[in-house]
């Protein structure tokens, strides 16, 4: 009988579907069990037992997660870094320290299978390509992992390998986002389903061509080259293939070490990661839609290098220009003029059915954080303030999400901005986010030291900037 290949990621989506629900069903009995015996239990002896149940499904979960990868994975390390009312608060930190591991140390694939990919993917063995490559994965993430190496020029490089049937467990997943989907409707009720389903498809899909991935990482390195903090790693163009993505190897301290720094530090880190996950859209109309730590490195220079860019969308001037109107009708306390904009964007069909006063808080209660003219510390409680203005039923804003419909070009940057609001509520950052937004918006004063640097590259640099005129100043009592 030929021995069972535990390495292998199942592919099929019944597979897939009821490996993951094992998990849930098994850890529901179990926790059942605990409770029910916790009753002729003291309180400590209980405590501790619920405590060692609570520990043993976030490991199962990290486990089963790790095997799937794929989209499923993608779930799991959502969640490690998105703080949740979700899971009882004394067991939060439990989870997100279990989940946490699936950024960076997720169940590597042995090296015979990703010798396999080499192998297929290049004419030449990895001997003469490279003076050394390292057999064990340096990183693991959900659908590939990354090697150390190194060329015989004596450059180093990182050398991401995709998942052998990755591309099948992926397809599978897709098969499920009608129900993941469904799910999604009954929470955020002004989802488009069916626009938003071929949107997510279409950026997943894209994330499996690394050859297109190493065309938008070669895009942002050109917008960035020199850049006095933002760091893009340089692709090595005739290494990279399908599935094989080689680029210049980048040493730094993880997000978990920059959690433990100064809080000043976190500060600083924190308004690179807002600068570039936003900013990028005025700089290049191009942005990384997955605003996720793992990628994040603090290089020693200070500067925050980038790394992954599977998922990415560009957006076209059009799109930017009304995004910053509806900005404008918001800070000009404009109700009406918000509901037209955002008709025009597309995330209202009727506006006249919709209170354009309630509108109004629903924005602010979103991205409040981003639009009140003061410094703001992101905490767990503003992450949850705005999670749940956009998926809790109990919200006084349910009925007019309703009405509310998400375009699907507008999916990916909620997406972007919900997880990097997600990464400064760890880091617990604190600026005026408003006043650095200004900056591209309308072309204001640099608002920070950080906002110097970068005016003074870009003006170096020549770096395109899609500002509208500034915004006209308040008549002065004179005029009045």
């Not at 991205?367 to 039923?393: F, H, K, L």
Request: proline content about 5%; overall charge negative.
């Amino acid at each position: 009988m030929a021995r069972k290949d535990d390495s292998a990621i199942p592919t099929g989506r019944v597979r897939r579907t009821a490996g993951l629900g094992s998990v849930v069903g098994a850890q529901g009995a179990r926790y059942a069990g605990t409770r029910a015996a916790n009753l002729g239990r003291s309180p400590e002896q209980a405590s501790g037992a619920l405590e060692q149940r609570h520990l043993e499904a976030a490991e199962k979960m990290v486990a089963t997660l790790g095997r799937m990868k794929g989209a499923a994975m993608k779930i799991g390390q959502l969640a490690s870094f998105i703080d949740t009312e979700f899971l009882p608060p004394e067991y939060r930190e439990l989870y997100q320290t279990q989940l946490a591991t699936l950024r960076s140390t997720a169940p590597p694939m042995p090296w015979e299978k990703v010798r396999s990919v080499l192998d297929e993917e290049w004419e030449e063995p990895v001997e003469e390509l490279f003076e050394d490559f390292d057999h064990d994965a340096a990183a693991a993430a959900s659908i590939g992992q990354v090697h150390r190496a190194s060329l015989p020029d004596g450059r180093r490089v990182a050398v991401k390998v995709q998942y052998p049937g990755v591309a099948a467990a992926i397809a599978a997943d897709m098969q499920n986002a009608g129900l993941i989907l469904r799910l999604a409707k009954a929470l955020a009720p002004g989802l488009d389903a069916k626009a938003a389903a071929e949107e997510l498809k279409e950026r997943v899909m894209e994330e499996l061509d690394y050859e297109l991935e190493a065309q938008s990482q070669r895009a942002f390195a050109r917008g960035y080259r020199a850049h006095p903090f933002i760091h893009v790693p340089d692709v090595f163009t005739r290494l990279s293939t399908e599935r094989v993505l080689v680029s210049e190897w980048v040493d730094g301290a993880t997000f978990e070490e920059v959690q433990t720094l100064p809080q000043a530090e976190r500060d600083r880190f924190g308004e690179i990661v807002f600068r570039f996950c936003f900013g990028s859209i005025y700089h290049l109309q191009h942005f990384n839609a997955d605003a996720h730590p793992g990628n994040y490195l603090l290089v020693p220079n200070g500067r925050v290098a980038f790394l992954d860019f599977g998922m990415t969308k560009q957006l076209d001037h059009d799109q930017i220009a009304l995004e910053i109107a509806a900005l404008e009708a918001v800070f000009d306390d404009d109700p009406e003029e918000l509901r037209v904009a955002l008709h025009d964007l597309g995330f209202l069909s009727d506006p006249r059915k919709v209170d354009a006063e309630l509108l109004m808080e629903h924005v602010r209660a979103v991205g409040g954080w981003y639009m009140e003219d003061r410094e703001v510390t992101i905490d767990s409680a503003r992450v949850m303030e705005a999670i749940a203005a956009v998926s809790d039923p109990r919200s006084s804003f349910y009925r007019l999400m309703r009405r509310e419909n998400l375009p699907a070009n507008e999916l990916m940057g909620r997406r972007m901005e919900s997880g990097v609001l997600a990464v400064l509520g760890q880091l617990r950052a604190t600026r005026n986010w408003n006043r650095i937004g200004r900056e591209w918006w309308f072309g204001d004063p640099p608002a920070t030291e950080l906002g110097e640097l970068e005016r003074a590259w870009a003006e170096v640099n020549r770096v395109s900037r899609p500002y509208r005129r500034p915004r006209a100043a308040e008549p002065g009592p004179e005029a009045r």
